[in-house]
């Protein structure tokens, strides 16, 4: 697991660092000081680069832009928004490492000169830029993956299995794109997971051990919940709370899991990324989305157990007071006294991050101090 992040021109951190990273972390910090950027830069280097996770990440913030000289080219990716102060030109970079006890990692991103990598491109519409990204990751071991990837003249990226894009990057780019990773990387937005996906998910577990684990973590949150079924006969789309159902104890009938309140399928999409994150990293953004300030004990404890159960290493972010306070108040439960639990403030005009620990978060609690 991470134990260190380093970050370097990326998004709005120049130069930025957290120490003392845990198997739990919560971010805090005002609006706009890198929360999800910190998210972003975890998600990018567990997934090795991978470019798939490149460009939802411009997709999530709707990072678009119009071709300059191509307007049939539609719109593509803004490349710039990713680099510190919005800055693109030849050898522009950003770079993040993590370290742990075992190992460490390198991801770095450069604008480099495209004439000499492939000049026969250049007369194509799409990357007559003469530039590229290169995307690097190694490790400890010297395993390293490379990909270098085309810039249009409006310095944007069209996705790696656009048909717009010239066919010697489709044909290298739909299998490095695609490459399974040995680290499980999750991310749950703001907004909750579509329901197509929460049902696909739930899929993967049935009658599997899996699926006892996460009926137990709900148990958590509703004890009276026995059992739950994706049953594809009922309409749903991403927009309805459909296609799974719930088998309580206090009912005789099967109930839609949209009858329990957003609350419920907000955990219900935790517990699932979790297990799907299983040896891995799970990514939460405002994990208190839609959820009452009285279960956030239960949510805290149900993100324990089975990040400790499961071994995934979680970083989520919050704006929410009783978010942080109900989190320091189970850090220091005997359960999860040995449990590296931290909440880390977030700076981007720092040089670090200021981290507590299970202690001393329940301190800040007991002195009525204010961590955010």
Same mark, same amino acid.
């Given at each position: ?11 709005? +951190? ?43 990440? +411009? ?26 102060? +919005? ?24 604008? /480099? ?5 492939? #000049? ?29 990837? #085309? ?14 894009? #010239? ?27 579509? #329901? ?25 949150? /509703? ?150």
């Amino acid at each position: 697991m991470i134990t260190q992040l380093e970050i370097k021109n990326f998004r709005g +951190f120049s130069e930025y660092k957290i120490d003392d990273v845990g198997q739990v972390n919560l971010l805090v910090g005002t609006n706009n000081c890198g929360k999800t950027s910190v998210l972003e830069a975890v998600q990018l280097i567990r997934s090795k680069g991978e470019l798939s996770v490149l460009f939802s990440l +411009f997709e999530n913030r709707g990072e678009k832009k119009q071709n300059e000289e191509h307007a049939n080219i539609g719109y593509e990716a803004d490349l710039s928004r990713i680099f510190h102060q +919005f800055n693109i030109e030849l050898k522009s970079y950003f770079s993040i490492k993590t370290f742990s006890k075992e190992y460490h990692e390198t991801l770095s991103v450069v604008v /480099e000169d495209d004439s000499v990598l492939h #000049p026969y491109l250049h007369e194509d519409i799409y990357a007559y830029n003469h530039q590229h990204i290169n995307i690097r990751w190694k490790n400890t071991e010297n395993k390293e993956k490379k990909i270098d990837y #085309p810039i249009s003249k409006s310095g944007g990226l069209l996705p790696y299995n656009d048909d717009r894009l #010239p066919f010697h990057y489709r044909k290298i780019l739909h299998f490095s794109g695609n490459r399974e990773n040995d680290v499980t990387v999750q991310h749950v937005p703001s907004s909750s997971l579509l #329901p197509r996906k929460v049902a696909a998910m739930f899929d993967k577990i049935v009658l599997t051990s899996d699926e006892d684990i996460v009926i137990e973590a709900l148990q958590i949150i /509703e004890p009276d919940i026995v059992r739950l079924a994706s049953f594809r006969g009922i309409s749903f789309d991403d927009y309805v709370r459909g296609g799974i159902l719930v088998k309580s104890s206090k009912w005789e009938e099967r109930i839609p899991i949209g009858s329990f309140g957003d609350g419920i399928w907000r955990l219900l999409g935790l517990i699932l990324s979790l297990v799907a994150a299983k040896n891995g990293t799970l990514l939460i953004d405002e994990i208190d989305t839609g959820l009452h300030h009285t279960v956030m004990s239960k949510m805290w404890k149900l993100i324990c157990i089975t990040a400790r159960k499961l071994n995934v290493q979680v970083f989520a972010t919050t704006h929410s007071s009783d978010c942080w306070k109900t989190l320091a108040d189970n850090a220091v439960e005997d359960e999860f006294a040995d449990m590296p639990i931290r909440i880390h403030r977030i700076n981007k005009d720092k040089e670090s991050a200021v981290t507590f620990t299970n202690r001393e978060m329940h301190l800040a609690l007991n002195r009525e101090l204010e961590v955010r």
